[in-house]
Each structure stands twice: as structure tokens, then as C-alpha cells.
């Protein structure tokens, strides 16, 4: 593993956790405005962002790295409407996107194999998540204003297990 690589990865645990901060704070609004699916769906997200950093925390300490972690940014804590909170949940996994991107391309440039490997998973990840989030902005954007379709999507997004957030197995 070299620096460059290494400082690199530990960026990425704290934009993961950095995910996971803003995932809880999407949450809590949408449980205070009583969209109580939405808020169990971020909060299962949130947790899901939490899996990945220690993901990364776990190949950190399997490589024989050292962990640095970093001060966490306050999150945007209130939203205009449910539409607001996934759009803000889609661009924010875009810039994640970006960054994964990034990172796999420097440990390509640094022949750092081992790191590409582990980050394989990332980018797959990525395409999901990315993929779901639009998926639940456009449904918001199709509802538009009508209150009882929108409690049907909160419903909807409410059916979300843990089992379900396809939780990566321990690195
Ligand atoms: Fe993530
Ligand atoms: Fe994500």
C-alpha cells in the first residue's frame, strides 16, 4: 500500500461515514414531519453507510495501514419536502460515485492491486445505490403533490428490511 493510496482510503471512510452522518439526518426530519417509511428507509441506510466504511476500516487494518479518522461535516438537517431529501440522497451518492472513481483510478496508477481488488466491490455497490436513488426521486417527482400517493411511497419505502440492504460480509 502506498501513502498516496493509503491517505486516499482513509478520505473515503469519512465520506462513508460522512454518508451515513447525512442518511441520519434525512431520517430524523422525515420521522418529525411523520413520513415514518422514509425514515426507517434512510435509517437502514445509514446503516448501510456505516457497513462500508468499516469495510474499508477492516482493509486499512488488514494491509497493516493506519486508520485516520477525520473530523465529520455537519449534515443539512432540514428539507423542503420528501422530494428534496431524496434529491439531496441521489446527488450525494453521485459525488460518492465520483470519488470511488477517483480512488479506483489512483490505485491503478499506483499499482496498488490488492486495493483495486477490494474496491471492485465499491464500484458495483455504487451502481446500485445510484440506480435505487434515482429510481425513488423519479416515483416522488411522479406523484408530484398528491398527499395519498405520496403515503403509498412512504409506505412503500417503509417494506425495507435490513436483511434486504445488502450488508457486505466483514473484509
Ligand atoms: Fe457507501
Ligand atoms: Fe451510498
Known sequence: ?????LDAI????????????????????CERQ???????????????E???AMKLFDFVLARGGTVDLKAMAQPAGSF???????ET???????VGRQIDQLYELAFKEKVFAA??????????????????????????????DPSSILDLDRELGTRTG?????PEPA
Open 1 to 5: 500500500m502506498t501513502k498516496t493510496v
Open 10 to 29: 482513509n478520505q473515503q471512510i469519512n465520506a462513508e461515514l460522512g454518508a451515513s452522518y447525512a442518511y441520519l439526518a434525512m431520517s430524523a426530519w
Open 34 to 48: 411523520n413520513f415514518t417509511g422514509c425514515a426507517k428507509w434512510l435509517r437502514l441506510q445509514s446503516q448501510e
Open 50 to 52: 456505516q457497513t462500508h
Open 80 to 86: 423542503r419536502s420528501v422530494l428534496h431529501v431524496f
Open 89 to 95: 440522497a441521489y446527488q450525494q451518492e453521485q459525488e
Open 116 to 145: 483495486m481488488a477490494e474496491l471492485q466491490w465499491f464500484l458495483t455497490e455504487q451502481v446500485e445505490e445510484e440506480k435505487t436513488a434515482r429510481e425513488i426521486v423519479a416515483k416522488f417527482k411522479l406523484v408530484g403533490n
Open 163 to 167: 436483511a434486504e440492504a445488502a450488508a
